[in-house]
Nanobody, 123 residues
Framework: VQLQAFGGGSVQAGGSLRLSCAAS????????ISWFRQAPGKEREFVAA????????YYADSVKGRFTISRNNAKNTVYLQMNSLKPEDTAVYYC?????????????????WGQGTQVTVSS
């Protein structure tokens, strides 16, 4: 699976951004697609995940109610809508494929990574 993420940028606290992740490859339709983030000096952490072919979604507690993961199967694209952004959401965001929700929440199981996209939230 090949992944390309884009849509990052700078925004003030309380603002919104939408990240996109374009997927390609033979097996992406059977994969769980997820978003991770890594802030300076911190470990990469799970943000959200969705089954490509099903309705279930999963979120880190820190983003529940503010972020929404969705997909457009026709465009082979997964989105991360980020609302009510906070300075602590500042990080490089990565889309990823593979794993299961339980392994992803434990920061394991990813077998394909996209390049990161920077999100900066100012107070």
């Amino acid at each position: 699976v090949q992944l390309q993420a884009f849509g990052g940028g700078s925004v003030q606290a309380g603002g919104s951004l939408r990240l996109s992740c374009a997927a390609s490859g033979r097996t992406f339709s059977r994969k769980v697609i997820s978003w991770f983030r890594q802030a300076p000096g911190k470990e990469r952490e799970f943000v959200a995940a969705a089954h490509w072919a099903g309705p279930n979604t999963y979120y880190a507690d820190s983003v529940k109610g503010r972020f929404t993961i969705s997909r457009n199967n026709a465009k082979n694209t997964v989105y991360l809508q980020m609302n009510s952004l906070k300075p602590e959401d500042t990080a490089v965001y990565y889309c990823a494929a593979g794993g299961t929700p339980s392994t992803l929440i434990a920061n394991r199981g990813v077998d394909s990574w996209g390049q990161g996209t920077q999100v900066t939230v100012s107070s």
